[in-house]
């Protein structure tokens, strides 16, 4: 039976699950979204490896134990993916995303395509139209954003997460909350919103369909930050996605419905 493991690059905390026997000739690498970390997929980490993959997932600059870095925009944030995949030897990965997570991950695979060899989407969007939702138009905003960030403590936190997502674990605040409780932490999160400018990935219209990998969109029926329909979207422009939907989650799926969600990708990879 596979464990997760904690490990560390040169600049980013990470968790790991190895398979017991054979390895696959693909790995799979999971990024996670805001709030969140690397701890959001344990269990998918662990079932993977339970299917023969070698399991990856990092504390993305500035979440969880991973210091901010400098500039913390999107496009470093790209960078420093890749820059994680060489330091941890990676082959061509299953790429599953979530939130910000999809909003850096896509965006390195349009950039990397030889690193892809296929895709989990789940509750985000890379469509140069894109509109932000309102928590994160404020983040976006100075002056707001600070005032937003500067009101939360840890228990005014683990209410709003609780109110989108109420199966969430005291655990998952705590490991969420580590380092937006930090001014490093929330300076690294308002930089990221900030450098999030959709005409950005203009220029990736179609990428994600030219890839030509299997696809899974995966999604809460209930996500108010990503709405379903994106979903649609997405499987209108990838050849052949494969689209669930999970019945009453909302945005934080592997929160609301773990069983389901974990059990629904691993399924998907394990026919790859």
Known sequence: MSTVRSGRTAALAYREALPDGEQREHAVLCLHGFPET?????????????TGYRALAPDLPGSGESPPQVPNNWERLVEAVDEFADEVGLPPVVLVVHDWGGLIGLRWACEHPERIAALVISGTGFFPDGKWHGMAAGLRTEGTG????????????????????????????????????????????????????????????GALGRLGVPTLLLWGERDEF?????????EREIPGARIEVIEGAGHFLFSDAPGEAVATVAGFIADL
């Not at 269990?43 to 339970?50: I, K, P, S, V």
């Not at 600070?146 to 936190?157: I, K, Q, T, V």
């Not at 990503?226 to 997405?234: C, D, E, K, Q, T």
């Open 38 to 50: 690397s701890f959001m997929w344990r269990a998918l980490l662990d079932a993977a490896a339970g």
């Open 146 to 205: 600070e005032e937003m960030l500067a009101g939360l403590d840890r228990g005014s936190f683990g209410a709003m997460m609780k109110a989108v997502s109420p199966l969430m674990s005291e655990e998952a605040v705590d490991e969420y909350w580590r380092s937006l409780g930090t001014d490093a932490g929330r300076r690294a999160i308002l930089e990221m919103y900030r450098s999030g400018d959709f005409e950005e990935i203009a220029g990736h219209e």
């Open 226 to 234: 990503a709405p379903v329909a994106s979903a649609y979207r997405f």
